[in-house]
Nanobody, 120 residues
Framework: QLQASGGGLVQAGGSLRLSCAASVASARGLSRYIMAWIRQAPGNERELVATIGWDNGRTYYTDSMKGRATISRDNTKKTVYLQMNSLKPEDTAVYYC????????????WGQGTQVTVSS
């Protein structure tokens, strides 16, 4: 199970840190997974925001979040974080954490969403 938290209402220019806790016995269970944050705004398709390889820490960011977001993971807490700064109204969406095994095309493990609302 993936448990997302940390969403909320923030003014434009503000920051939020999202957390995604994985219910696994140990972090080794995540070593062959790609962890991701994916968002969906009303009327829009899902958008991949950021990913991190749990084992190698390699990251990816969608262009609109480069320089404003940092994805990280904590082995001890088995948690993935998404720190978002300089938030814009267009960042408003439901943010989901998701995971997939290395080599898989689709994300097969999803958490519930957390709402991020950025007011202008």
């Amino acid at each position: 199970q993936l448990q997302a938290s940390g969403g909320g209402l923030v003014q434009a220019g503000g920051s939020l840190r999202l957390s995604c806790a994985a219910s696994v016995a140990s972090a080794r269970g995540l070593s062959r997974y790609i962890m991701a944050w994916i968002r969906q705004a009303p009327g829009n398709e899902r958008e991949l925001v950021a990913t991190i390889g749990w084992d190698n820490g390699r990251t990816y960011y969608t262009d609109s979040m480069k320089g404003r977001a940092t994805i990280s993971r904590d082995n001890t807490k088995k948690t993935v974080y998404l720190q978002m700064n300089s938030l814009k109204p267009e960042d408003t969406a439901v943010y989901y954490c998701a995971a997939k095994p290395l080599g898989d095309a689709a994300y097969s493990w999803w958490g519930q969403g957390t709402q991020v609302t950025v007011s202008s």
